[in-house]
């Protein structure tokens, strides 16, 4: 088996919220990812486990979206992303990491999907290859794009 | 600008996507662990043998009764009626092939495909079992029959076995190609025809008194034999795995 559940229960729990913003929601659809995926044993034998329960997180956030579409998004993400950087030091690192978390909040759901598997959850490219069903280098063109959107975004930000 | 984002962007982003600490971990965690020591005690219970037995208390009883019925009319005539062709047993045995397609369709026919993929042994183990116990059960009587056909007529043993293997290994194949690629009563009306076909075709040998190496030499027969038992078993492989591939759809 190559993983493991408590391990692997944070990082479904962070690419849940990212999707939710709500600490009980994201963390009720995690649950509900690990027993659909548990429920599954003939999938997990095949080898594919993690890109299978990567799937089910996903799909399970967008059913979210489905059914909360009209709801307002809670505040508390919000709250979250304006204090944290605050106990970090040095002054370039914070402007930096500032830059980056308003850079990130312009892209689009599905870019910032990716840099959440691939750098804040150490997803594999080949995982993140089979999650989307394209090949390892679309998957790598994809990333060079997103980080070239990012670069974008936080340059014009500094010329401004 | 490019290396410095990606050289900072790991500890950046997970900093910027951390998510509040959470507080069902734990207690999910247990329930996971119960859950799965649960299913694994359930296994141990429940071997491979048990869900066989199982199974087999679940194939008609006819089908049973009219292998043995076969078997045991057989010795009978073979020791009261002297001097008659095998064609008339080969002309037989496609039906007991068409008993075990039949077993193995009983889910489609019925309707209870769907139930049965939702189950906890999904049609895949059930085919498995039931095709694999009632099919090496009549291939068991089969091959009993052999050594006694040889004691009574003293033909060659080849001969025999190819008499009552070939038919029923060939309907075995067609059938399972048959359902394999079309589906619905068709398949199932084209089963009867194919034992109809093949067990006529074996008759009519017989009523012709023709010998079988009168059609073809031994080199032929055997080969016939043992194409036809690849072929059957990578059928049956075959159709087990398309209902594998029904359980993903």
């Known amino acids: 088996m190559d993983y493991n559940i408590e391990e692997q229960y944070d990082k479904i729990y962070r690419y849940c919220y990212m999707h939710v913003r709500h600490r009980q929601t994201a963390e009720d659809l995690t649950q509900e990812a690990f027993l659909r995926f548990l429920e599954n044993k003939s999938y997990r034998e095949v080898g594919k486990c993690l890109a299978y329960l990567y799937t089910i997180a996903r799909n399970l956030c967008t059913d979210y979206y489905r059914r909360n579409k009209e709801e307002a998004l809670p505040d508390e993400y919000e709250r979250l992303l304006s204090s944290s950087a605050e106990d970090k030091s040095g002054e370039e690192y914070l402007i930096d990491t500032l830059d980056l978390r308003e850079a990130v909040q312009q892209l689009e759901i599905e870019e910032q999907e990716l840099l959440v598997w691939r750098y804040v959850n150490d997803v594999s490219v080949t995982d993140i290859a089979k999650i989307l069903g394209i090949s390892r280098f679309a998957v790598h063109r994809k990333l060079k794009s997103v980080l070239g959107r990012l670069e974008d975004i936080m340059g014009k930000g500094r010329e401004h | ?249």
């Open chain 2, 1 to 249: 600008m490019k290396r410095r984002l990606k050289s900072q962007l790991k500890s950046q982003m997970k900093m910027i996507y951390e998510a509040p600490v959470p507080q069902g971990k734990e207690a999910f965690l247990q329930k996971i662990e119960r859950m799965e020591k649960e299913e694994w005690r359930q296994e141990e219970e429940l071997s491979c043998w048990k869900v066989l037995g199982i199974q087999i208390g679940y194939i008609r009883k006819w089908n049973w009764l009219v292998s043995v019925l076969f078997f045991a009319a057989v010795i009978v005539a073979e020791q009261s009626v002297k001097g008659r062709t095998l064609w008339g047993l080969s002309a037989f045995v496609p039906y007991l092939a068409l008993m075990v397609v039949a077993e193995g369709l009983r889910s489609t026919r019925y309707r209870m495909e769907e139930l049965e993929l939702a189950s906890r042994f999904s049609v895949k183990y059930i085919l498995l079992a039931r095709l694999g116990a009632l099919g090496l059960f009549q291939l068991c009587l089969l091959l009993l029959l052999m050594p006694f056909l040889y004691t009574i007529r003293r033909e060659a043993i080849l001969e025999i076995g190819i008499h009552i293997l070939l038919p029923w290994l060939s309907t075995v194949f067609v059938m399972f190609l048959m359902i394999r690629k079309m589906h619905g009563r068709e398949s199932h009306s084209l089963c009867v025809g194919t034992a109809v076909i093949v067990s006529g075709a074996c008759m009519t040998f017989g009523i012709m008194n023709v010998s079988m190496f009168d059609l073809a030499g031994a080199g032929v027969w055997t080969l016939l034999l043992v194409s036809g038992a690849v072929l059957a078993g990578r059928e049956v492989y075959q159709f087990i795995r398309q209902s594998e591939e029904l359980q993903w759809n």
